[in-house]
C-alpha cells in the first residue's frame, strides 16, 4: 500500500484508501480547534476516514459517534475505529445524517463536521468524491437543522467551512436559534486573505470572539501558531 492510502499521527492511523476525501488540513484544524472540556458525547457529521473524530477521541474520554452516508467511507471510518486504542468509544453509523437526527433519541455535547461545502459548482464524475464534496447530499441548512434536534441545551457546534461561506452559513445558525461564540478565520499564508474558517455555535446567549490563526509564514515555513495547535498530532511536529 502506498503512502497515499494511509497517513500516521502520533497516536493513530488513517487508513484511505478507500475514501473519496483524504486527510487534508482543514479537518485536522477542526479536530485540533474544537472544545472538548466536559463533553461526554460528541457527534462527527460526515465523518470521512474518521479523523475528526479519532483526534477528537485522543483529546478527550467522550464517547463519540460518528455518521457517514458514503458506502466505503463508512467502511474506511469503521476500519480505523476498530483498528485505534479508543475502539470502545467510537462507532460510526452508516446513515443519512437527517435521518439519524430524526430516529436519534439521545443528545450530544459537542457535534463536529466538516461538511461539503461545493455549492452549484462543476460536479465530479467519481460519486463518491461527489458526495464528499458538494452539498447535495448535506446542505448547510440541513446540518445546522439536525445538529440543533441533537445538541444538548449546553451543547456547542463546530464546523469548518470556507470563509465565503461564512456570513451564509452564520445567518442559517442564527435562523435556527444558535449564538456565536468564536470565529477563527484560517490564512493560507501571511499577507493573503482567510481560506476557511472555524465557527462555534451554542444555543445559549453569549458574547462572541474571534481569532485568526496563519498556516504558513512568508517563508512558507509552518508558523508556531500552527505547529502549536497541531503538535499533539502531527508527527513532524
Not at 104 to 118: A, G
Not at 178 to 196: E, S
Request: proline share 4%; with cysteine.
Amino acid at each position: 500500500m502506498g503512502k497515499n492510502n494511509w497517513f500516521d499521527f502520533k497516536q493513530f492511523r488513517i487508513e484511505q484508501q478507500k475514501a473519496a476525501m483524504k486527510v487534508g488540513t482543514d479537518g485536522v484544524l477542526l479536530g485540533a480547534w474544537a472544545p472538548v472540556a466536559d463533553a461526554k458525547r460528541i457527534l462527527d457529521v460526515g465523518t470521512g476516514t474518521g479523523l475528526v473524530a479519532l483526534m477528537l477521541a485522543q483529546l478527550s474520554e467522550a464517547q463519540i459517534d460518528a455518521v457517514e452516508i458514503d458506502d466505503l467511507a463508512f467502511e474506511e471510518a469503521k476500519y480505523n475505529f476498530e483498528h485505534s486504542v479508543w475502539s470502545d468509544r467510537l462507532q460510526v453509523f452508516h446513515a443519512d445524517f437527517l435521518a439519524f437526527a430524526d430516529t436519534f433519541s439521545d443528545s450530544y455535547d459537542l457535534i463536529v463536521s466538516n461538511p461539503p461545502f461545493f455549492i452549484n459548482s462543476l460536479k465530479t464524475c467519481d460519486p463518491a468524491l461527489a458526495v464528499a464534496r458538494h452539498n447535495d447530499s448535506l446542505s448547510f441548512d440541513q446540518l445546522i437543522t439536525g445538529a440543533r434536534k441533537l445538541l444538548s441545551s449546553t451543547g456547542r457546534l463546530c464546523v469548518v467551512i470556507p470563509f465565503t461561506s461564512c456570513v451564509e452559513f452564520r445567518g442559517s445558525a442564527r435562523l435556527a436559534g444558535f449564538c456565536l461564540r468564536k470565529q477563527t478565520n484560517v490564512i493560507p499564508k501571511t499577507g493573503k486573505a482567510p481560506k476557511r474558517v472555524l465557527l462555534e455555535f451554542t444555543v445559549e446567549k453569549g458574547y462572541p470572539t474571534d481569532n485568526e490563526i496563519t498556516i504558513l509564514d512568508e517563508s512558507g515555513i509552518y508558523t508556531d501558531g500552527f505547529k502549536a495547535l497541531t503538535a499533539p498530532f502531527y508527527p513532524a511536529f
